[in-house]
């Protein structure tokens, strides 16, 4: 995780974000410090990046690179805003002794991969439309060894994978079928014939960007709605407030790299 302390909305590359609209950074701090003891309280370990002025976006950590299985394939960002912040992220894999693949492909890091670890024995998903190109899902598969899935997202409000759907546990997503083009649709379909299904009101939200320990959900606190199918499937949702990030284009999800070992 990366701390907000030099989030700013100073340019728009996404459709929630608004140059004209004020943010307040203590209170993006303030929320984000919750989210992080939140996973603290969960048990799980968290590693801090240092933030850097001049990127605002950096706090969306989530974007740096793409782990699994004790490799770290790097993000090459597709706006120039944010190309500075994958060198900080490059750097951080090295001195924790990770495994770490350069990227030659355009691709935005769990922006845009999910990894399912007991579909198929280890499914990649990976999202094509907005930000990552198409080569850098190949180009992942190689570097981690994964079957990678590709779907397309048609919705530039779902920019990301991650704001469109998450892994809830070793084997299920949730995803708002909206978001992805018919035929991608078809495919989760079949992948994940058990998956919980979230509706627009649950995604704009921003409820799908969620991180899961396979019991525990951590999501948006203004995705109620999902809140409660989640519950109904058998999780416990953990509801986290970060409306401030939410003006950035991001919530939980964006702001958690997983470091999977
Ligand atoms: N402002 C950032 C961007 O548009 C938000 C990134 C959100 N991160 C994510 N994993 N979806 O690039």
Known sequence: MCSPEH???????????????????????????????????LGHEVHLLTPEQGLPDMVYAANGAFMVDGTAYGARFKHEQRAAEAAAHHAFYESQGWRFIAPSETNEGEGDFAYVPETHGGLILAGHGFRTEIPAHAEAQEALGRPVVSLRLVDPRFYH??????????????YFPGAFSAASQRVLTQLFPDAVIADDEDALAFG????????????????????????????????????????????????????RH
């Open 7 to 41: 989030f700013a909305v100073e340019y728009a590359i996404n459709p929630w974000m608004d140059v004209t609209t004020p943010v307040d950074r203590d209170l993006a701090v303030k929320q984000w410090d919750r989210l992080r003891e939140t996973l603290v309280g």
């Open 161 to 174: 994978l991650d704001v469109a759907l998450a892994a809830i546990d070793d084997s299920n997503v949730v």
């Open 208 to 259: 799908l960007n969620l991180v899961s320990d396979g019991a525990n959900v951590v999501l948006n606190s203004e995705a109620a709605r999902l809140a409660g199918k989640l519950k109904a499937a058998g999780y416990t949702p953990v509801p986290v407030e970060l409306a401030e990030l939410k003006k950035g284009g991001g919530s939980v999800k964006c702001c958690i790299a997983e470091l």
